[in-house]
């Protein structure tokens, strides 16, 4: 079946330590990106990438990094530099044209 | 920047009921897209409009592009337990997404 995979459904991360968390696609999509979602918010864009080998920083990048080395393929790293990073991720893709995002399961990354 | 806001912020509805929920914005868009999220999981889209005044259904579920470019509306009929979620609405001004707050439906068995 086509989709969108993210590992683990859970992570929990040490002060100070960098985390990477998964997201494939099998959809054939261009585009990709990652969204952190807090308890009762809406969605905030972290990274996007229209194109393999090429991203964008959204509108709370700090303290993330991201790759896009295949297409099908979009880690995000959670660096130790991010203050806050208990949250809810989310990734998403879509072709460049139409721009309709489907998401994956999503994430929940814990600070311990 | 480009805001989205969705009303009502959360509604409780008996079983069986219509429900109603509207998305607008101070900009015109080109698309506007409903989705759905379950606790702990990834919003699942439910319709995708690309036409001013289109009107669509997916089985309970009718939403429209308002004339105006600025709004869009979900209508769920006959609710049942499993619309419980928060319902966000999307819209694409360019080539960039923005999405709403989220309206959040409980209902009532």
């Known amino acids: 079946d086509g989709g969108i995979t993210q590992s683990p459904k859970y992570l929990f991360r040490k002060e100070g330590q960098n985390v990477t968390l998964s997201c494939e696609q099998n959809?054939?999509?261009?585009?990709m990106y990652w969204y952190r979602q807090d308890p009762g918010q809406g969605l905030r864009l972290i990274y996007y990438?229209?194109?393999?080998?090429?991203?964008q920083k959204g509108d709370i990048a700090e303290g993330y990094s991201v790759s896009r080395e295949k297409k099908e393929s979009f880690p995000l790293t959670v660096t130790s530099a991010q203050k806050n990073p208990t949250a809810f991720y989310l990734c998403?893709?879509?072709?460049?044209?139409?721009?309709?995002?489907?998401f994956g399961p999503g994430t929940r990354l814990l600070v311990l | 920047g480009q805001q989205l806001n969705q009303s009502p912020q959360s509604m409780f509805i008996q079983e069986g009921e219509d429900v109603s929920m509207n998305c607008t914005s101070s900009?015109?868009?080109?698309?506007w897209l409903w989705y759905k999220q379950d606790p702990g999981e990834g919003p699942v889209l439910l319709i995708a409009?690309?036409?001013?005044?289109e009107l669509t259904s997916n089985g309970r579920l009718t939403a429209q592009f308002g004339i105006t470019r600025k709004d869009s509306f979900l209508n769920i009929s006959a609710s049942i337990p499993s619309d419980v979620g928060i319902y966000f609405c999307?819209?694409?001004?360019?080539?960039?997404?923005?999405f709403g707050p989220g309206t959040s439906l409980s209902v009532i068995p």
């Open positions: 999307a819209g694409l001004p360019g080539d960039k997404v923005i």
């Open positions: 998403a893709s879509s072709t460049t044209g139409r721009q309709t995002q489907y």
């Open positions: 990438s229209q194109i393999v080998n090429d991203f």
């Open positions: 900009s015109i868009f080109n698309t």
């Open positions: 409009l690309y036409k001013a005044g």
């Open positions: 959809l054939n999509h261009d585009a």
